[in-house]
């Protein structure tokens, strides 16, 4: 879920490209009607216009409080606040960067084992 359309066109490129089936949204509403507690990843921006991505974090995580193992925020600034318990990736972000934070999101190994190269992984809390 990204509001600016470049980046989820090119998101949704890169992981399909990868071997995801890949649906997207602008917003918390379009995000919602997806149904995301079903998809194995979920990529989520902080800034959505007048949105935060973080209220849609809060609304999955309180239907399924371990929702926060398949989430990934996008964010542009450090100084961004971030549930703690979630993979971050920050932007500009390369696309192998991209797949192999959703690969590992989703329990597949990346073709290369390096670092995560921007990307935290998640803490356990």
Do not use: Y
């Amino acid at each position: 879920m990204d509001d600016q359309e470049m980046i989820r066109v090119l998101a949704a490129r890169v992981l399909a490209d990868g071997g995801w089936a890949v649906d997207t949204a602008a917003g918390i509403a379009e995000a919602l009607a997806l149904r995301p507690l079903e998809f194995d990843a979920i990529i989520i921006d902080t800034r959505l216009g007048p949105e935060r991505g973080t209220e849609l974090f809060a609304l999955l995580r309180a239907q399924d409080p371990l929702v926060s193992r398949r989430c990934l925020v996008l964010t542009g600034a450090v100084a961004d606040p971030t549930p703690d318990e979630v993979a971050v990736l920050l932007k500009p972000f390369r696309a192998d960067d991209l797949l192999d934070a959703v690969n590992r999101l989703a329990g597949h190994r990346p073709a290369e084992n390096g670092p995560w190269d921007g990307v935290r992984p998640g803490r356990t809390g």
